[in-house]
């Protein structure tokens, strides 16, 4: 499996700020997903980023509040946006495995998560 | 509209039992399904998968059962073990790649 770490693993804001998360993979993967998960709900996909493309975003997701980077094979960063309270929940990052592997691309890898408190 | 529904919210075992969890779909489009386990303040980890061409697969002490006809899997942990305790989610994938997820379990073992 793939090692994923995100940065920062917890955080308190003000509304109305921005928050900027990071999530590094130990390999080289093609696809980089960013989900989040409000309190007692289930995962939901934000968006999927691919390097050298623009996010690709989920019905109720807009790039300009939640704005995707994906400089290289091995990083991204989501960045919530003018944050309310109702942007308080766990956001995480996952990926496949590295091309080549069996069911490498069905098969996703979650990051830590990042736990957001908007106050 | 819920294409992948945990219709449990709970479950409660004693250890050494089976534990079975259930989850139902509605797309037959879904051609690959996950369980995760996921503890508080962690990120999901990935347990077990089927491919929607097989009806079983074994790890361990985990099995996955899926019935397509009834658009219907199931996880079986034997015997569950006091750290199974956790929340389980099952996911459903077709060619996009994009996971979609039931509501999750919450799974207590009791020693």
């Known amino acids: 499996s793939a090692v994923i770490s995100q940065k920062p693993s917890r955080d308190i804001c003000q509304r109305g700020t921005s928050l900027t998360i990071q999530c590094q993979v130990d390999?080289?993967?093609?696809?980089m997903f960013w989900y989040r998960q409000q309190p007692g709900q289930s995962l939901t996909l934000i968006a999927t980023?691919?390097?050298?493309?623009?996010?690709?975003?989920e019905s109720g997701f807009v790039i300009d509040k939640f704005p995707i980077s994906r400089p290289n094979l091995t990083f991204s960063t989501l960045t919530v946006s003018n944050m309310s309270p109702e942007d308080s929940s766990i956001y995480l990052c996952?990926?496949?495995?590295?091309?080549?592997?069996?069911?490498?691309?069905?098969?996703?890898?979650f990051g830590p998560g990042t736990r957001l408190l908007v106050l | 509209d819920q294409q992948v529904k945990q219709n449990s919210p709970s479950l409660s075992v004693q250890e050494g039992r089976i534990s079975i969890l259930n989850c139902d779909y509605t797309?037959?489009?879904?051609?690959?399904f996950l369980w995760y386990k996921k503890y508080p303040a962690e990120g999901p980890t990935f347990l077990i998968s089927?491919?929607?061409?097989?009806d079983k697969n074994e790890d361990g002490r985990f099995t996955v059962f899926l019935n397509k006809s009834a658009k219907h899997l199931s996880l079986h942990i034997v015997p569950s073990q006091p750290g199974d305790s956790a929340v389980y989610f099952c996911?459903?994938?077709?060619?996009?790649?994009?996971?979609?997820f039931g509501q999750g379990t919450t799974l207590q073992v009791k020693p």
């Open positions: 390999s080289q993967v093609t696809m």
């Open positions: 797309n037959s489009m879904f051609d690959y």
């Open positions: 089927i491919s929607s061409i097989k």
């Open positions: 996952s990926t496949n495995l590295p091309p080549g592997l069996p069911m490498a691309q069905e098969t996703q890898y």
């Open positions: 980023a691919n390097q050298g493309s623009e996010a690709t975003y």
């Open positions: 996911a459903a994938s077709s060619l996009t790649g994009k996971l979609i």
